[in-house]
């Protein structure tokens, strides 16, 4: 089972490139998530998508784009990379139920520096 | 503010001991907690999660959720160096009829032989 794919593993961009991160995930689930982990930090969630077709705004926004391409793909775009946003970046997802989300499965990561 | 509290250590604990990792939250309205294991440079994996008040075990490990106090523990018997590793307590907040997932900042646990 490849569960969550996250490509490219890692990256290094200059400053005010752009580059989108994919993700791709093959157990049905409802739910996906882009974090972001800097050391000290834990993760902090960027954008989510509670279902297909619906996108909201996490802790910390600013700098990213997201697109729930379909319910299997969800990909997390800069605009115009800075180095403030070099960090690890993790995609996970989950099934929803009735009263909360079930547990989050997560990818591998993306090692994103930023020159 | 919805806020997940961990202590960030590192927690030191002899192998055989029981490890104790402690996370309090700021919504009374949460309804699941989850813990997670994230070995150095890899990805976060779940080890227990817990809707209950009460205990919760699975093998060496007990999720502990106590939601009048607004805290969840996790204690780990019979503590092994592969124990060694930073855990995320995370817990899924209610936000305009969805829930959205905060993790605290992890708390490094050391197993020494």
């Known amino acids: 089972n490849a569960g969550v794919t996250q490509t490219p593993k890692f990256q290094v961009l200059k400053t005010g490139q752009s580059m989108t991160l994919q993700c791709a995930q093959d157990?049905?689930?409802?739910?996906m998530y882009w974090y972001r982990q800097d050391p000290g930090m834990g993760l902090r969630l960027i954008y989510y998508?509670?279902?297909?077709?619906?996108?909201d705004k996490g802790e910390v926004p600013n700098g990213y784009n997201v697109s729930r391409l379909n319910k299997r793909e969800f990909s997390l775009r800069l605009e115009s990379a800075a180095p403030s946003q070099t960090s690890v970046y993790f995609c996970a997802s989950s099934v929803r139920t009735g009263q909360s989300n079930q547990p989050q499965h997560f990818g591998d990561g993306t090692r994103l520096s930023i020159l | 503010q919805k806020e997940v509290e961990q202590n960030s250590g590192p927690l030191s604990v002899p192998e055989g001991a029981i490890a104790s990792l402690n996370c309090t939250y700021s919504d009374r309205g949460s309804q699941s907690f989850f813990w997670y294991r994230q070995y150095s440079g890899k990805s976060p994996e779940l080890i227990m999660f817990?809707?209950?008040?009460g205990d919760k075990e699975d093998g060496r490990f007990t999720a502990q959720l106590n939601k009048a106090s607004q805290y969840v523990s996790l204690l780990i018997r019979d503590s092994q160096p592969s124990d060694s590793a930073t855990y995320l307590c995370a817990v899924n907040f209610p936000s305009g009829g969805s829930y959205i997932p905060t993790f605290g900042r992890g708390t490094s646990l050391i197993v020494h032989p």
């Open positions: 817990i809707y209950s008040n």
């Open positions: 157990m049905n689930h409802n739910s």
């Open positions: 998508s509670a279902s297909e077709g619906t996108t």
